[in-house]
């Protein structure tokens, strides 16, 4: 849910709040748009490119356009393959079912095994930023230097699964479109948009069908991954294009069932002394009209959903009002920024025309995240995601929902809360199962509970941004989760822990 700088990248889900706390209540939601002003959107919204980038996808061009990328990374790639040997990806993908979008996406071949590691789909938040974001800054293959130059990062996840990141939806990152109805304002549409999108991936990647396919990502992505994953098991079930390997997803620090979350908000600022008591209970006063417009939402629509916005960051501007530049990311680090960490590095790279031409985005300007974007989205920001969960737990989908504890925005709290809530079969059993340590090398970096399908996470010592701040526990996490499903340490893996330090 959040992502400039430090806002937009954690901040797929920060944008929004940066947008309510330091733009005053009103100034982000200038959701009519008056015929005259929607040319100057269309431009913000990176849809209308200039007559050069037209021509550099033409409309009758397949539906995927895709290429290597070959951009100088130093040092090797500290695996048995060399980095010439990787195959490392950049395309757009012409959305079928839209006027004239083009998705964006990175596509980066495991650096282990890519025969046998799943396809693992990452998106950030916002709504509106990018997923380079957490590609440079969190879980990608690289990062970005001071000197603007790329190393290989250690603990890309990359290094455990076939990894794509996408920039969705359409208006974000280097995806565009040039026709205004493709912008999309809720989850039906970004699900539909990347469910259109896999199917065409598994087409032109027939390699990688029989791969497990695990649906990702963090913050606002709390919405985008619970609906993308149902899409794909609905998909799957009607035999409808393509059958995709579904097997599981995973949420960090998202915005998911929005009741729930904006309850724990007060509680989370008391346990974790920002507030006083007496605040905490001058803001519970003002839950029951959140929940009022919660419920509102639910069940009559766009109006309700933005009043719905409104009410309830009430609850969590009156937090910030009190604890002053405090980064709602990472309670222990102070906000310098519009994203409240410094991401403008990976602007000015990605903005570099060599880079462009790399990843043959034309002249398209990079943006962290979109305004914009995130403004359309507003309607869909209250929207209860846990819905579609029970049908998926049940037919054995895994889901894995982890958060680093100082993270205020989408904290841990109201995340072990809607998971405890889940109705399904398993609700009771998951409600008495025991908390157990999450072990690195036999080092505790979180706790966990779990119940067959479904796992919950606390991550120590880390924010918003798990990968950036815990990225060897993210590793450890991901590669668990996704190769056998329990994030328990197994003897295996540290004999194989030792395996490795021995030198091999
Ligand atoms: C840029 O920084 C990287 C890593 O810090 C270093 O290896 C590289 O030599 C630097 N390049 C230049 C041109 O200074
Ligand atoms: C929980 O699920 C059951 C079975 O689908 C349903 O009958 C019940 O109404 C649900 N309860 C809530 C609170 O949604
Ligand atoms: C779930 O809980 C019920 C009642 O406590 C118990 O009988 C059952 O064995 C549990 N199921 C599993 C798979 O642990």
């Known amino acids: 849910m959040m992502m400039p700088s430090a806002v937009l990248l954690v901040l797929s889900f920060v944008g929004v709040v940066v ?42 061009s397949p539906k995927l356009v895709e290429s290597p990328i070959s951009i100088h990374v130093h040092g090797d790639p500290d695996s048995s393959i060399s980095a010439e040997q990787l195959g490392q990806h950049a395309g757009y993908f012409r959305l079928q079912n839209t006027h004239a979008s083009r998705m964006f996406y990175l ?11 799943p396809i693992v789909l990452w998106m950030s938040g916002g709504p509106g930023c990018s997923s380079e974001l957490a590609l440079f ?50 989850e039906t549409g970004v699900s539909e948009d990347v469910y259109s999108f896999l199917q065409a991936f598994f087409e032109a990647h027939p390699e990688f069908r029989e791969n497990e396919l695990y649906i990702t990502g963090e913050s606002y992505a709390g919405h985008y991954v619970p609906a993308v994953t149902s899409r794909i098991h609905q998909g799957n079930k009607a035999g409808e294009g393509l059958l995709l390997n579904l097997k599981g997803f995973a949420i960090g620090n998202g915005l998911t ?32 009209a959140c929940d009022l417009s919660i419920k509102m939402c639910g069940t009559s629509g766009k109006v309700a959903c933005v ?23 990472d309670i222990r680090k102070e906000c310098s920024g519009s994203l409240c960490y410094d991401f403008s590095k990976m602007e000015i790279y990605l903005n570099q025309p060599s880079v462009k031409d790399a990843l043959g985005v034309g002249h398209r300007k990079f943006v962290s995240c979109s305004p ?4 359309m989205m507003l309607v869909d920001w209250m929207r209860n995601l846990e819905v579609g969960i029970p049908t998926l737990l049940e037919d054995g989908i895994k889901l894995l929902v982890y958060a680093g504890e100082y993270d205020l925005i989408c904290n841990w709290l109201g995340n072990s809360r809607w998971v405890s809530e889940i109705n399904w079969s398993g609700k009771q059993n998951y409600s008495t199962a025991s908390t157990k340590p999450f072990l690195v090398q036999g080092e505790q970096a979180g706790i966990m509970t779990n119940f067959g399908p479904l796992t919950f996470l606390k991550v120590h010592d880390a924010g918003h941004m798990v990968p950036m701040d ?9 590669e668990r989760f996704t190769h056998g499903g329990s994030l328990e340490e197994l003897p295996f893996d540290i004999i194989k822990q030792v395996v490795n330090d021995g030198g091999m």
Request: net charge negative.
């Open 107 to 117: 596509f980066f071949e495991s650096r282990r095994d890519k025969a046998s590691d």
């Open 470 to 478: 815990q990225p060897k526990a993210a590793l450890e996490m991901i």
């Open 257 to 288: 069932d929005p009741e729930i979350q904006y309850k724990a908000y007060a509680d989370y600022a008391l346990e974790m002394g920002l507030i006083s008591e007496e605040v905490r209970d001058k803001l519970n006063k003002l839950y029951p």
């Open 137 to 186: 800054y969190e879980n990608g293959p690289f990062q970005i230097t001071n000197n603007l130059t790329l190393v290989w990062n250690e603990h890309g996840w990359d290094k455990v699964s076939n990894l794509i990141f996408v920039d969705q939806p359409i208006g974000t990152g280097f995806s565009y479109s040039s026709d205004l109805r493709d912008i999309r304002h809720d």
């Open 372 to 375: 914009l974007v995130y403004e």
């Open 19 to 60: 947008g309510l706390a330091s733009a005053g209540s009103s100034a982000h939601l200038n959701i009519r748009f008056p015929e005259g002003q929607a040319e100057s959107f269309i431009k913000a919204l990176n849809l209308v490119p200039g007559a050069a980038e037209v021509s550099f996808i033409e409309l009758d």
């Open 307 to 329: 009043a719905s916005y409104l009410v309830c960051n009430s609850i969590f501007n009156g937090i910030m009002a009190m604890i002053g530049n405090v980064n709602y990311y």
